[in-house]
């Protein structure tokens, strides 16, 4: 695996390559939930790339930013080990040369995809993540960008940025790796204390009962009550939101509506760190989809 920590260089190295390129974007502190990207990259295409790059126009607090974990020399084997073959680590000024306000992006819009949940919650946050991976598409220029179900909600902004610019790029989505517990890996988890890992499964749990109402029928604004007051029980846990959403307009799902998809997501906070989870359930088959 090379490590490159310019764009020019990357450029470079990518076109003396033939074959096809996976693109995998991260922020480190990597886990098998990147691994599973990794392999799923690896699986499809000839050439795999991943960056590590803890993006500072995506973070709303700069407390998160500074807290967040950093293990550069473990991320670095653990890509070699899983089949990635470069590694793009920048500097901020690699990625944004002429400074973090000028953005592709900023005329795009992405109406009620960002109105709740993250969108909500975290101001300034998509129009950071939109930033980022459309520049670290310009400087990659894969075949497939390769992202997590984790993200739900990311994942439809980046979609829809994808459409809005023209780009001629695949999206390949994996579905969430977890812990045995049940708890969806993330990188902040390594903040968390034992008691607090203990409690931060109940999440899952949740949101697994919230998918049972949903077959059973029942209303989704109650469970969504329903579901936050339970979290809210939990000394350790303190629920932000639980929404349950049309998947593709990410507002909120009318009972009944014919949609393709349902997202239950979730933001609970816990000791130091604000964790995010979702399921996804599909009316049409009454079955969760990526169980
Ligand atoms: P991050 O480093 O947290 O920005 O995540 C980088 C990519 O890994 C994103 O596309 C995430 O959605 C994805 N990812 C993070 N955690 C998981 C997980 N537990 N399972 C699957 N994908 C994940």
């Given amino acids: ?83 990635c073959n470069v590694l793009y680590l920048p500097e901020v000024k690699d990625v944004y040369p002429e400074g973090t306000g000028k953005s592709l992006t900023s005329t795009l819009g992405f109406g009620s995809l960002t109105a709740r949940m993250e969108g909500a919650n975290r101001p300034g946050h998509f129009d950071g993540v939109a930033q980022v991976v459309s520049r670290l598409l310009e400087i990659v220029q894969p075949d497939t960008l390769v992202m997590g179900q984790k993200d739900y909600q990311q994942v439809a902004v980046v979609r829809s940025m994808i459409s809005q610019l023209g780009l001629r790029v695949e999206l390949l989505v994996v579905p969430t790796v977890r812990e045995v ?37 029942w209303p989704a604004r109650e469970l969504e009550g329903m579901a936050f007051r339970e979290i809210g029980t939990h000394p350790l846990l303190r629920p932000e939101y639980i929404e349950i959403c049309d998947g593709d307009t990410l507002l909120p799902y009318q009972d009944g509506a014919p949609v393709r998809e349902i997202v239950v997501a979730t933001a609970v906070h816990c000791g130091p760190v604000r964790l995010i989870d979702n399921r996804l359930f599909a009316p049409s088959l009454a079955e969760e989809v990526n169980p």
Avoid: C, W
């Avoid at 033939?18 to 974007?25: D, E, I, K, T």
């Fill in 1 to 83: 695996m090379q490590t490159i920590t310019t764009a020019a260089a990357l450029r470079t190295v990518l076109s003396n390559q033939s074959g096809s390129v996976a693109f995998v974007p991260t922020m480190g502190a990597l886990h098998d939930g990147h691994m599973a990207l990794i392999a799923a990259a690896v699986a499809s295409h000839d050439i795999v790339v991943a960056s590590i790059f803890v993006n500072p126009t995506q973070f709303n607090e700069s407390a998160d930013l500074d807290a967040y974990p950093r293990t550069p020399e473990a991320d670095a084997d653990l890509l070699k080990a899983h089949g």
């Fill in 181 to 217: 517990s049940g708890l969806a890996m993330s990188s902040r988890n390594r903040r968390l204390s034992i008691p607090e890992t203990v409690a931060a499964a109940a999440i899952n749990r949740h949101l697994s009962a919230v998918v049972a109402g949903l077959a059973a029928g």
